[in-house]
């Protein structure tokens, strides 16, 4: 189902994005890729940094692509979901691990933020954050591809 077609839905409206739009959204990435290098707090709340910063990519690839989620319930899976749409230079198998990966990052962040405290392993976080450079490499690859007109100044997005 196409992005117009959920748009339809209800699940997502069509809203143009701009060029300082991305570079904010990105500044959020960069301070999550920040945060998630203080050793002194929880491997829980950097976990939390980096999965808020894959999340951020996967909204650029939505908001790239001119489309928001609209307002209601599942905010965060129907961003992450949008993945299976946005990122072209991805194949559909590609793109679907993703959308796999991060939602399963997404029900260890909660766990971790609702449930119980201590529960991110090192290899949840070490998993995280290289998922975290990934993505952000290839929504890079992507926008150049794809939206270079969105791309404000791609030395601070590399």
Known sequence: ???EKLVQLGWYKA???SSKEIADLFSIVDRSQADLKVEGISDDLRFQAAYNGVLTLANIGLR?????????????????????HTLT?????ARERWVRKIKSHSQKRNTTSYDLAGGVSPTDLAQVIRDL???R??????L???????LKDDSKQS
Request: proline content about 4%; hydrophobic content about 35%; overall charge negative.
């Open 64 to 84: 790239a692509s001119g489309f928001r989620v609209s307002l209601g319930q599942g905010h965060h899976r129907r961003v992450i979901e949008s993945l299976e």
């Open 1 to 3: 189902m196409s992005l």
């Open 137 to 142: 490499e290839q929504v890079n690859e992507w």
């Open 133 to 135: 450079g990934l993505l």
């Open 144 to 150: 150049k591809a794809t939206h270079p007109e969105l």
């Open 89 to 93: 230079t991805q194949d559909a198998t």
């Open 15 to 17: 809203e143009p994005s």
